[in-house]
C-alpha cells in the first residue's frame, strides 16, 4: 500500500501536480471530501498581492521621509560646523592682530621710554639706562 502512495506522488510530480506540503497548504487539484483545502480564487490571489504591495509601498514611502529628515539633520549639523569652523578662524585672525598689536605697542612703549630717557638726562642719550634695568625697577 506504501509503494501505491509513493507511485502516485511521483506520478503526480511528474505530471506537474505538486502535492500539497509543498505550496503551503494550497493545492493545484480539487478538494476530494470535507477535509480537503480549497483553492483561493484568482480574486483572493490578486487582492493579497495588492495588500502586500500597498503595505510594501507604505514602507518605501516612511523610509524616504525618513531619509528626508535624515537629510534635513544632516544639513543642519553641516551648516553648525561650517559657522562654528567660520567662527573659530575668526578668533584665530582676531588673536593674531591682538598679538601684532601687543607687539607694536612695545615697541612704540620702547621708544618712548628711551626719549624720556635721553630727554632726562640731557646728554643726548649718553647716560641712558638700559632697557633690562628699566624693566626691573618696574
Avoid: F
Amino acid at each position: 500500500m506504501g509503494k501505491d502512495r509513493a507511485a502516485r506522488g511521483a506520478q503526480q510530480t511528474r505530471m506537474g501536480q505538486l502535492p500539497t506540503q509543498i505550496l503551503g497548504g494550497w493545492s493545484q487539484r480539487k478538494p476530494s471530501g470535507p477535509t480537503g483545502v480549497r483553492e483561493p480564487s484568482r480574486a483572493q490571489i490578486l487582492a493579497a498581492i495588492e495588500a502586500s504591495g500597498q503595505a510594501v509601498q507604505a514602507q518605501i514611502t516612511a523610509m524616504a521621509v525618513d531619509v528626508s529628515l535624515l537629510r534635513a539633520d544632516l544639513r543642519v549639523v553641516a551648516e553648525r560646523s561650517e559657522t562654528t569652523e567660520q567662527q573659530v578662524n575668526d578668533i584665530k585672525m582676531d588673536i593674531d592682530t591682538l598679538k601684532a598689536t601687543v607687539a607694536s605697542l612695545e615697541v612704540k612703549t620702547h621708544k618712548l621710554e628711551a626719549t624720556a630717557d635721553n630727554a632726562a638726562g640731557g646728554h643726548g642719550g649718553a647716560t641712558c639706562e638700559s632697557w633690562d634695568s628699566r624693566k626691573a625697577r618696574r
